[in-house]
Nanobody
């Protein structure tokens, strides 16, 4: 069992930056692929990025490629999402998740990011 808690959301002006953190409980954090998603009310949850267990391999959705960076610190059981050049359309609730094999097994409660124009 892994519990995930996101933090770092808030209100930022367009063009600004935020760094989200996701702290994980449990001793097996390093065995999971970690990812970030976001959701706007009335829309499906959108995949943003994932990072391999050792932090070496990353993958991004086209919508955030070049602006967002995912990273992890296994010693701190934490995964990060650095978000730069934010746009109003980035406004959403952001979630982290843990994946084993092909299934996203565990989810955080989400953190709100609001980008004003």
């Amino acid at each position: 069992q892994v519990q995930l808690v996101e933090s770092g959301g808030g209100l930022v002006q367009a063009g600004g930056s935020l760094r989200l953190s996701c702290a994980a409980s449990g001793r097996t954090f390093s065995s999971y692929v970690m990812g970030w998603f976001r959701q706007v009310p009335g829309k499906e949850r959108e995949f943003l990025a994932h990072v391999s267990w050792n932090g070496i391999s990353t993958y991004y959705a086209d919508s955030v490629k070049g602006r967002f960076t995912i990273s992890r610190d296994n010693a701190k059981n934490t995964v990060y999402l650095q978000m730069n050049s934010l746009k109003p359309e980035d406004t959403a609730v952001y979630y982290c998740a843990a994946r084993r094999n092909v299934e996203w097994l565990y989810w955080g409660q989400g953190t709100q990011v609001t980008v004003s124009s």
